[in-house]
């Protein structure tokens, strides 16, 4: 989680400090922690406008009471990432989609089984946006040990009404068809761009990338 963390803050001020991106859909928000997209990116540019997203009353509100950013420039929206027509529309009260957008999938997409055509979701998502947008991604890999992480799954999915899907390396990459990957790639999400040496020491076993639409 830690790793997972510390990668969307380092994408989020990338894309703020250096691709020059003001505007953020952060779908699957998850319970706010420290660090979060509206805190890092209006840190660097306080213009900066944010849409969270989430499906979970729960997370709705801890993400309006706690994310709370300059006033008009930060919104919550109650959708499933299923259902991509309702958050694009409700995103674009607050979001300009004739400019850039950063779409970001930080640990969502895992969430939706195979079934429910996960690249068919981010494809939507990506012809949404303008040229010049960006497409970041962290997924839970199951490449890392494919037995211990097998068995893990089966576990907890025995459990759960909502089952997860952990995805291979290639699996993850291939949900940046159509925008071009920057360096490093696809790797470890502790390996993408670290700002330290424990940054890079983090175990994390989560693919992660970011691309631009061209």
């Known amino acids: 989680m830690r790793g997972n963390r510390a990668f969307l803050r380092r994408s989020v001020r990338y ?6 991106i003001t505007q953020f859909l952060d779908i699957g928000t998850g319970i706010p922690s420290a ?33 709370t950013g300059t006033p008009g420039t930060t919104s919550y929206i109650d959708g499933d990432i299923r259902d991509t027509a309702t958050i694009l529309d409700k995103a674009a009260e607050t979001l300009d ?44 890999g199951s490449d890392f040990h494919p037995e211990t992480t097998g068995e893990m799954l089966s576990r907890v999915n025995s459990v759960m009404p909502d089952k997860l899907t952990f995805r291979t390396r290639d699996d993850v990459t291939a949900f940046f068809d159509g925008v071009d990957l920057l360096d490093p790639g696809v790797v470890r999400v502790p390996e ?23």
């Open 97 to 140: 989609f004739s400019q850039p957008i950063a779409v970001q999938l930080i640990a969502v997409l895992h969430c939706i089984p195979d079934s429910d055509d996960p690249r068919g979701i981010v494809r939507n998502l990506v012809r949404a946006v303008p040229s010049g947008s960006f497409l970041t991604i962290s997924h839970p």
């Open 192 to 214: 993408w761009r670290p700002d330290s040496e424990a940054d890079l020491a983090n175990p994390a076993e989560m693919w992660g990338g970011v691309g631009r639409k061209p």
């Open 35 to 67: 660090g979060n997209t509206h805190e890092v990116a209006q840190a660097v540019a306080p213009q900066s406008r944010v849409v969270y997203a989430d499906n979970d009353p729960i997370v709705l509100n801890h993400a309006r009471a706690l994310l």
């Open 15 to 20: 894309l703020a400090a250096e691709a020059g």
